[in-house]
């Protein structure tokens, strides 16, 4: 089958809105779209059609644009049902192990509460993409709103147990910060120490860090390693306990 086309559109200060474009059908999904007009120059430009909107979850900064594209495409929109109150103009209710089609291309419905109750990821299997919005980032992951650690945490593994060749299409940029953060926690870490100065030089180039992979968030993310020993006595957790390790990486990073 023919690959997604996915483009990347920079909005508002950090985040990202992402157009998946089916060749094979010509249909194409807006995945957060924070505000409408960058997403219409973007389509404009590429020549694509919208057809879709998927949302991850309901904060403005992430369905801020949703009636706009609506109203100038007629797309549809996507999102979590139980919290259709909260994702303006939604038109297919969504729930965890559902799926949607865009075009030829099937995205399963993962739910990841946490940093809100009732986020989902939109994971496209054949072509190894993966949507998460602000549960999880690159060497991070998003602040717990409407959830707790416990939830967060099983929320972040349901996404590390995807194949390592997955690609992670996260909804704001914010690496080299998350870099800074996770060598104070793991410094001798070679992975993170690369990842880290493949960002900068990114990032210096005003270039984005995205996609990364859940191959390499596993072996450089401190978020995805609350059970590993190392950080857990970095953090003062106790041995084996994941959650509590996660619970107190998540607030030192809150206030770092």
């Known amino acids: 089958m023919p690959e997604l086309q996915i483009e990347l559109i920079p909005v508002l200060r950090d985040n990202y809105v992402y157009l998946i474009f089916d060749p094979a059908t010509q249909a194409c999904a807006a995945v957060d779209p924070a505000v409408a007009p960058p997403v219409l120059a973007a389509l404009d430009r590429l020549g694509w059609r919208l057809t879709h909107i998927l949302n991850t979850h309901h904060h403005h900064d992430h369905v801020g644009g949703n009636l706009a594209l609506k109203a100038a495409t007629g797309c549809t929109i996507v999102g979590y049902g139980p919290d259709a109150a909260r994702i303006p103009g939604l038109d297919v209710a969504v729930k965890d192990g559902g799926t949607v089609t865009v075009g030829s291309a099937t995205a399963q419905v993962i739910e990841v509460s946490g940093h809100t109750l009732g986020h989902i990821a939109y994971w496209f299997a054949d072509h190894a993409a993966l949507f998460c919005g602000d549960t999880l980032f690159s060497l991070g992951c998003g602040r717990l709103f409407e959830g707790n650690p416990a939830m967060m945490w099983a929320s972040l593994g349901r996404l590390r147990d995807l ?15 998350n870099a800074r953060f996770a060598l104070t926690l793991d410094p ?30 596993r072996a450089t993310n401190p978020f995805l390693r609350a059970d590993v020993p190392e950080l857990q006595r970095a953090v003062g957790a106790p041995t084996g306990d994941a959650v509590a390790a996660f619970a107190e990486i998540r607030h030192r990073k809150d206030v770092f």
Do not use: K
Not at 163 to 177: L, M, Q, S
Not at 188 to 213: F, G, H, K, Q
């Open 163 to 177: 194949p390592p060749e997955t690609r992670i299409y996260c909804a704001h940029e914010y690496t080299e910060a």
């Open 188 to 217: 001798d870490n070679a992975a993170l120490r690369a990842r880290t100065r493949e960002v900068c030089d990114l990032r210096s180039r005003d270039l984005p860090t995205l996609p990364s992979t859940i191959g390499v968030e």
